[in-house]
């Protein structure tokens, strides 16, 4: 069927969401719930999207002013990283209508372009952390939070796990959690550190569970009739609802969620074995995100006096002595590069 040069919005989003269906499953997904919305996720989206927005509307009556009132409904109250977000996939958008002779007018120049931002990254130390555990008093909720910051999981990846998922490895002596279904649609293997082996063998004791039951479980019924049954699948609400209560009896400040429990795994595992390359390869392989983000996110340099003194002193004679009498990280500019020096940021 050949698309009309004057097409509906709807029909327009449709063909736009068509030429992103060869792309990754993350990326049409997001493009969609920018422009036709979604009706999953723990948060109320942000304003209307694009398609509800200017619903029974050809595209070519859109004018500026109603394209820029449509993007600043649609990222009022949002963070600096979802401004940027819906910025760019509704500029591409309306890149591509133009192209395709939809618009009638300049309609990209009407979205704002918004900077990425640098989030907030909050994270526990093992103190805290055990501080968190010792106050959930149920074993199945305090596996579930021990799970979650003992494995640098996503909290998604941890409710679909399986008990076949995960097996001893004797020449380790480990256990070795294989998630087939990952974020980066590629499975991923995790060792189990002994900590967390523990829960999980106590669990597994205690349960008595079927090769298909979840490693992590709930309860079932309502009310006063709700039973603890290791064959239901947990929910992410149940354990939001677990941290934050044990954020609270622990007297914490910092937020206690999934997200910071992969945060602190990741700050924590940077802490203890550095950022050399080797280290943040074996981090990105065990949390399934990629070793530039992780520098990225989690790796901030942080200047010393010493380090002050060598940028002023650079190019000159009395800096050029300094290098060839530091340390071996101090060299001469030519020689062998070093990593920079730096401390990780709380």
Not at 15 to 35: D, G, H, P, V
Not at 211 to 223: A, E, N, V
Request: aromatic letters at 10%; proline letters at 6%; hydrophobic letters at 40%.
């Amino acid at each position: 069927m050949v698309q009309p040069r004057n097409p509906y919005v709807k029909e327009a989003v449709e063909e736009f969401l068509c030429t992103k269906a060869a792309r990754e499953q993350a990326t049409r997904a997001s493009y969609s719930s920018i422009l036709v919305g979604a009706e999953f996720g723990t948060r109320k989206p942000l304003g209307r999207p694009f398609a509800a927005y200017f619903r029974n509307r050809k595209f070519d009556s859109l004018s500026q002013a109603e394209v820029a009132a449509w993007f600043g409904q649609r990222v009022d109250g949002g963070a600096q990283n979802t401004k940027h977000r819906i910025s760019k996939a509704a500029r591409h958008f309306l890149g591509w209508a133009a192209q395709r002779g939809y618009a009638s007018g300049d309609l990209v120049s009407a979205v704002e372009p918004f900077q990425q931002g640098r989030g907030r990254i909050d994270w526990l130390g093992w103190e805290e952390i055990d501080r968190v555990l010792a106050a959930i008093p149920e074993f199945r909720l305090r596996f579930a939070a021990a799970w979650l910051f003992c494995s640098g999981c996503r909290v998604g990846e941890a409710i679909a796990g399986v008990q076949a998922d995960v097996r001893w490895r004797d020449e380790f002596a480990l256990y070795e959690w294989t998630i087939p279904h990952a974020k980066t649609h590629r499975a991923r293997m995790v060792w189990l550190p002994q900590r967390l082996g523990e829960f999980l063998e106590r669990a597994r004791e205690r349960n008595r569970p079927q090769p298909c039951w979840p490693i992590l479980w709930d309860c079932t019924g309502r009310g006063f009739a709700r039973i603890e049954h290791p064959a239901a699948p947990i929910t992410q609400r149940t354990i939001n609802s677990a941290l934050k209560a044990a954020r609270e009896r622990a007297g914490l400040t910092t937020p206690v969620t999934p997200h910071v429990c992969k945060h602190s795994f990741c700050t924590n595992w940077i802490n203890e074995h550095g950022q050399g390359e080797l280290a943040m390869e074996k981090l990105a392989r065990l949390v399934g995100t990629s070793s530039t983000v992780l520098r990225r996110t989690y790796v901030h340099l942080s200047f010393t006096p010493d380090d002050w003194d060598d940028l002023r002193s650079f190019g000159s004679p009395k800096g050029r002595a300094r290098a060839l009498a530091g340390p071996p990280d101090r060299r001469l500019p030519g020689a062998a590069v070093t990593e920079p020096r730096g401390t990780v940021a709380r």
